[in-house]
T-cell receptor
Framework: NAGVMQNPRHLVRRRGQEARLRCSPM?????VYWYRQLPEEGLKFMVY????????ESGMPKERFSAEFPKEGPSILRIQQVVRGDSAAYFC????????????FGNGTRLTVT | DAKTTQPPSMDCAEGRAANLPCNHS???????VYWYRQIHSQGPQYIIH???NNETNEMASLIITEDRKSSTLILPHATLRDTAVYYC????????????FGKGTRLSVIA
Protein backbone atom coordinates (compact mmCIF):
# COMPACT_ATOMS: atom_id res chain seq x y z
CA ASN A 1 0.00 0.00 0.00
CA ALA A 2 1.24 3.43 -0.85
CA GLY A 3 1.73 5.66 2.13
CA VAL A 4 0.72 9.28 2.49
CA MET A 5 2.01 11.14 -0.55
CA GLN A 6 2.94 14.78 -0.40
CA ASN A 7 4.08 16.97 -3.24
CA PRO A 8 6.12 18.79 -4.02
CA ARG A 9 8.89 17.68 -1.66
CA HIS A 10 10.55 21.08 -1.93
CA LEU A 11 8.93 24.37 -2.88
CA VAL A 12 10.59 27.73 -3.25
CA ARG A 13 8.47 30.86 -3.39
CA ARG A 14 9.25 34.56 -3.35
CA ARG A 15 7.61 36.81 -0.82
CA GLY A 16 4.08 37.65 -1.89
CA GLN A 17 3.55 34.56 -4.03
CA GLU A 18 1.13 31.73 -3.33
CA ALA A 19 2.12 28.26 -2.17
CA ARG A 20 -0.06 25.20 -2.77
CA LEU A 21 0.84 21.99 -0.96
CA ARG A 22 -0.83 18.70 -1.87
CA CYS A 23 -1.50 15.62 0.18
CA SER A 24 -2.93 12.30 -0.97
CA PRO A 25 -3.97 10.19 2.02
CA MET A 26 -3.45 6.47 2.31
CA UNK A 27 -5.99 4.32 0.51
CA UNK A 28 -9.13 3.99 2.56
CA UNK A 29 -8.33 6.97 4.76
CA UNK A 30 -10.85 9.80 4.84
CA UNK A 31 -9.32 11.94 7.61
CA VAL A 32 -6.47 14.34 6.90
CA TYR A 33 -4.36 16.43 9.26
CA TRP A 34 -1.82 19.16 8.49
CA TYR A 35 1.12 19.99 10.76
CA ARG A 36 3.89 22.57 10.49
CA GLN A 37 7.42 22.28 11.80
CA LEU A 38 9.50 25.44 11.94
CA PRO A 39 13.28 25.04 11.84
CA GLU A 40 14.58 23.55 15.10
CA GLU A 41 11.07 23.49 16.58
CA GLY A 42 8.41 20.90 17.27
CA LEU A 43 5.46 19.77 15.21
CA LYS A 44 2.44 22.03 15.53
CA PHE A 45 -1.08 21.00 14.54
CA MET A 46 -2.76 23.23 12.00
CA VAL A 47 -5.99 21.72 10.71
CA TYR A 48 -8.02 18.50 10.63
CA UNK A 49 -10.32 17.72 7.71
CA UNK A 50 -12.67 14.98 6.71
CA UNK A 51 -13.95 14.73 3.15
CA UNK A 52 -15.41 18.14 2.22
CA UNK A 53 -15.48 19.27 5.87
CA UNK A 54 -13.11 21.15 8.17
CA UNK A 55 -13.38 19.51 11.59
CA UNK A 56 -10.81 21.49 13.58
CA GLU A 57 -8.85 24.50 12.36
CA SER A 58 -7.73 25.73 15.77
CA GLY A 59 -4.06 25.71 14.74
CA MET A 60 -4.44 27.61 11.49
CA PRO A 61 -3.21 31.20 11.29
CA LYS A 62 -6.19 33.50 10.91
CA GLU A 63 -5.05 35.05 7.66
CA ARG A 64 -3.51 33.82 4.40
CA PHE A 65 -3.84 30.10 5.22
CA SER A 66 -6.63 27.82 4.02
CA ALA A 67 -7.15 24.10 3.58
CA GLU A 68 -9.54 21.90 1.72
CA PHE A 69 -10.17 18.19 1.20
CA PRO A 70 -12.58 17.84 -1.72
CA LYS A 71 -14.71 14.83 -2.50
CA GLU A 72 -12.32 13.90 -5.28
CA GLY A 73 -8.59 14.56 -5.31
CA PRO A 74 -5.94 15.42 -2.76
CA SER A 75 -6.12 17.71 0.22
CA ILE A 76 -4.65 21.15 -0.46
CA LEU A 77 -2.98 23.52 2.00
CA ARG A 78 -2.88 26.97 0.46
CA ILE A 79 -0.75 29.86 1.70
CA GLN A 80 -1.38 33.22 0.08
CA GLN A 81 1.12 36.08 -0.02
CA VAL A 82 3.87 34.05 1.62
CA VAL A 83 6.33 35.70 4.01
CA ARG A 84 9.76 34.51 5.17
CA GLY A 85 8.26 33.28 8.44
CA ASP A 86 6.23 30.71 6.50
CA SER A 87 9.43 28.83 5.66
CA ALA A 88 8.98 25.45 7.32
CA ALA A 89 8.31 21.77 6.75
CA TYR A 90 4.63 21.03 6.30
CA PHE A 91 3.53 17.49 7.08
CA CYS A 92 0.28 15.82 6.21
CA UNK A 93 -1.12 12.79 8.01
CA UNK A 94 -4.13 10.59 7.39
CA UNK A 95 -6.18 8.15 9.41
CA UNK A 96 -8.93 5.67 8.69
CA UNK A 97 -11.40 6.99 11.23
CA UNK A 98 -11.77 9.22 14.27
CA UNK A 99 -11.32 6.35 16.69
CA UNK A 100 -8.01 5.01 17.90
CA UNK A 101 -6.59 4.35 14.44
CA UNK A 102 -3.10 5.83 14.27
CA UNK A 103 -2.20 8.75 12.05
CA UNK A 104 0.29 8.01 9.28
CA PHE A 105 2.47 10.84 8.07
CA GLY A 106 3.95 11.76 4.74
CA ASN A 107 7.53 12.97 4.34
CA GLY A 108 6.51 16.57 4.08
CA THR A 109 6.88 19.58 1.84
CA ARG A 110 9.74 21.91 2.65
CA LEU A 111 8.73 25.46 1.84
CA THR A 112 11.40 28.08 1.46
CA VAL A 113 10.38 31.71 1.04
CA THR A 114 13.06 33.95 -0.44
CA ASP B 1 0.02 21.54 25.42
CA ALA B 2 1.45 18.05 25.59
CA LYS B 3 0.16 15.97 28.49
CA THR B 4 3.27 13.82 28.75
CA THR B 5 6.76 14.20 30.23
CA GLN B 6 9.81 12.61 28.64
CA PRO B 7 13.56 12.96 29.28
CA PRO B 8 15.09 15.27 26.68
CA SER B 9 17.79 12.85 25.62
CA MET B 10 19.10 9.31 26.06
CA ASP B 11 21.98 7.23 24.78
CA CYS B 12 21.91 3.53 24.01
CA ALA B 13 24.63 1.16 22.86
CA GLU B 14 24.01 -0.54 19.55
CA GLY B 15 22.53 -4.01 20.00
CA ARG B 16 21.23 -3.29 23.47
CA ALA B 17 17.62 -2.66 24.42
CA ALA B 18 16.51 0.97 24.46
CA ASN B 19 13.96 1.74 27.17
CA LEU B 20 12.27 5.10 26.71
CA PRO B 21 10.11 6.27 29.64
CA CYS B 22 7.05 8.52 29.54
CA ASN B 23 4.98 10.00 32.34
CA HIS B 24 1.30 10.74 31.73
CA SER B 25 -0.04 11.11 35.26
CA UNK B 26 -3.21 12.97 34.19
CA UNK B 27 -4.28 10.41 31.60
CA UNK B 28 -8.03 9.82 31.33
CA UNK B 29 -9.80 6.50 31.01
CA UNK B 30 -10.49 6.86 27.30
CA UNK B 31 -7.06 8.11 26.31
CA UNK B 32 -4.66 5.95 24.39
CA VAL B 33 -0.87 6.19 24.56
CA TYR B 34 0.80 6.58 21.15
CA TRP B 35 4.48 6.47 20.28
CA TYR B 36 5.98 8.06 17.18
CA ARG B 37 9.51 8.81 16.12
CA GLN B 38 11.00 11.33 13.75
CA ILE B 39 14.25 10.57 12.04
CA HIS B 40 16.03 13.70 10.89
CA SER B 41 14.03 15.65 8.28
CA GLN B 42 11.54 12.81 7.68
CA GLY B 43 7.87 12.67 8.60
CA PRO B 44 6.90 11.21 11.98
CA GLN B 45 6.70 7.42 11.92
CA TYR B 46 4.04 5.57 13.87
CA ILE B 47 5.50 2.93 16.19
CA ILE B 48 2.84 1.54 18.50
CA HIS B 49 -0.14 2.47 20.67
CA UNK B 50 -2.12 1.01 23.54
CA UNK B 51 -4.82 1.66 26.11
CA UNK B 52 -3.98 -0.40 29.18
CA ASN B 53 -2.55 -3.74 28.10
CA ASN B 54 1.03 -4.22 27.04
CA GLU B 55 1.45 -4.26 23.29
CA THR B 56 4.11 -5.67 20.96
CA ASN B 57 4.66 -5.40 17.24
CA GLU B 58 7.55 -5.90 14.86
CA MET B 59 9.12 -2.60 15.84
CA ALA B 60 8.76 -2.33 19.59
CA SER B 61 7.00 -3.20 22.82
CA LEU B 62 4.87 -0.86 24.89
CA ILE B 63 4.63 -1.44 28.63
CA ILE B 64 1.90 0.52 30.43
CA THR B 65 1.80 0.55 34.22
CA GLU B 66 -1.28 -0.77 35.96
CA ASP B 67 -2.35 2.71 37.07
CA ARG B 68 -1.67 3.94 33.49
CA LYS B 69 0.27 6.94 34.75
CA SER B 70 3.42 5.98 32.92
CA SER B 71 4.67 3.80 30.10
CA THR B 72 7.90 2.56 28.56
CA LEU B 73 8.70 2.02 24.91
CA ILE B 74 11.19 -0.78 24.39
CA LEU B 75 13.28 -1.20 21.27
CA PRO B 76 14.69 -4.69 21.89
CA HIS B 77 17.88 -4.46 19.83
CA ALA B 78 18.69 -0.87 18.98
CA THR B 79 20.54 -0.11 15.75
CA LEU B 80 22.13 3.09 14.48
CA ARG B 81 19.04 3.63 12.32
CA ASP B 82 16.93 3.93 15.47
CA THR B 83 18.60 7.26 16.26
CA ALA B 84 15.67 9.69 16.26
CA VAL B 85 13.39 11.85 18.39
CA TYR B 86 10.75 9.71 20.07
CA TYR B 87 7.38 11.17 21.01
CA CYS B 88 4.95 9.82 23.57
CA UNK B 89 1.43 11.22 23.05
CA UNK B 90 -1.92 10.65 24.76
CA UNK B 91 -5.09 11.07 22.77
CA UNK B 92 -8.73 10.31 23.54
CA UNK B 93 -10.77 7.88 21.50
CA UNK B 94 -13.17 8.33 19.92
CA UNK B 95 -12.75 11.97 19.28
CA UNK B 96 -11.69 14.71 16.98
CA UNK B 97 -8.61 15.67 18.97
CA UNK B 98 -5.43 15.73 16.89
CA UNK B 99 -2.11 14.37 18.10
CA UNK B 100 -0.28 16.99 20.15
CA PHE B 101 3.49 16.61 19.93
CA GLY B 102 5.75 17.66 22.79
CA LYS B 103 9.52 17.88 22.71
CA GLY B 104 10.11 14.14 22.84
CA THR B 105 13.27 12.23 23.73
CA ARG B 106 16.26 12.41 21.44
CA LEU B 107 17.66 8.86 21.38
CA SER B 108 21.23 8.46 20.20
CA VAL B 109 22.30 4.90 19.42
CA ILE B 110 26.06 4.60 19.74
CA ALA B 111 28.24 2.03 17.97
Amino acid sequence: NAGVMQNPRHLVRRRGQEARLRCSPMKGHSHVYWYRQLPEEGLKFMVYLQKENIIDESGMPKERFSAEFPKEGPSILRIQQVVRGDSAAYFCASSRDRGNSPLHFGNGTRLTVT
Amino acid sequence: DAKTTQPPSMDCAEGRAANLPCNHSTISGNEYVYWYRQIHSQGPQYIIHGLKNNETNEMASLIITEDRKSSTLILPHATLRDTAVYYCIVRPSPGNTPLVFGKGTRLSVIA
